[in-house]
């Protein structure tokens, strides 16, 4: 759709199967703990980050964003009784829009589940349980390293 993605993952290992996906810069956080301002000088401003992991990270993503851009969490996920802070200076160098995403209306999964079948998206699967091991994918997820969706699947 004419757009750059990059993209930002805690492990290396990762890189190739983002770049797989149509990553056109992915950056590991654990060798560049510095990452917004690389993905800054890389790209000229990011002009929409998809931020999901909060406070840890967030400060980075406002350093990465261009001027105008804006940032939208999807997640605070781990952090609860952590603040969200924002560098005063970092901030004062933008004009940012930061908004949170949350579930939506049912006509919106509609939408979005007819979109998926018209256009033949595919989600990236990390790993599938059945539902008698329910517990085990949720500890899968929790522990925080999935490359996709967790599925439990109830057939």
């Known amino acids: 759709m004419g757009c750059r993605v990059a993209a930002v993952t805690s492990r290396s290992e990762k890189t190739g199967r983002l770049r797989a996906l149509g990553a056109d810069l992915v950056i590991t956080a654990a060798e560049t703990p510095e990452w917004g301002m690389k993905l800054r000088e890389a790209s000229g401003g990011i002009d929409l980050v998809v931020e999901t992991g909060g406070p840890a990270t967030f400060a980075q993503s406002l350093i990465a964003s261009s001027l105008y851009g804006r940032i939208v969490l999807l997640t605070v996920q781990d952090h609860i009784g952590k603040s969200l802070e924002i560098p005063g200076a970092v901030y004062q ?11 939506g209306s049912r006509n919106g999964l509609e939408a979005m589940l007819a979109a998926v079948a018209t256009h033949r998206l595919r989600p990236v699967i990390d790993k599938v349980f059945p539902f008698a091991e329910a517990r085990e994918a949720y500890r899968h997820f929790q522990q925080g390293d999935v490359f996709g969706k967790v599925v439990i699947d109830s057939a």
């Open 93 to 103: 160098r933008s004009l940012v829009t930061i908004s949170r995403l949350f579930v």
